[in-house]
């Protein structure tokens, strides 16, 4: 079992930065994909980025250049740090997990743990 916390949300300007943080509790298989998702009202949550056991990552078009995403091994923590933010940015953002390997698709059909999700709003 994983459990997922989210931290990092807030308010920002347009063109601004924010990082969200995600804590992962400890598990026992060796190997697993890590995630972001976003959710828009009234949307299906869309894949932002993954990164895998072996710091492969992998991002959507719409952030790429934008966003990164990271893990700290010794915290047990994912990271996503997000520059250059837009208004369409605006979302509530969840990290996730799934045991295995990543998907080349970012789509949260392949992950079965989730944080409980912190709201980012860009303003113009």
């Known amino acids: 079992q994983l459990e997922l916390v989210e931290s990092g949300g807030g308010s920002v300007q347009a063109g601004g930065s924010l990082r969200l943080s995600c804590v992962v509790s400890?598990?026992?298989?060796?190997?697993?994909?890590l995630a972001w998702f976003r959710q828009f009202p009234g949307k299906e949550r869309e894949g932002v980025a993954t990164?895998?056991?072996?710091?492969?990552?992998n991002y959507a078009d719409s952030v790429k250049g934008r966003f990164t995403i990271s893990g700290d091994n010794a915290k047990n923590t994912l990271y996503l740090q997000m520059n250059s933010l837009k208004p369409e940015d605006t979302a509530k953002y969840y990290c996730?997990?799934?045991?295995?390997?990543?998907?080349?698709?970012?789509?949260?059909?392949?992950?079965?743990?989730w944080g409980q999700g912190t709201q980012v709003t860009v303003s113009s």
């Open positions: 400890r598990h026992t298989t060796n190997r697993y994909c």
């Open positions: 996730a997990a799934s045991l295995g390997a990543c998907w080349p698709l970012i789509s949260p059909q392949y992950f079965g743990y």
């Open positions: 990164i895998d056991t072996d710091d492969r990552v």
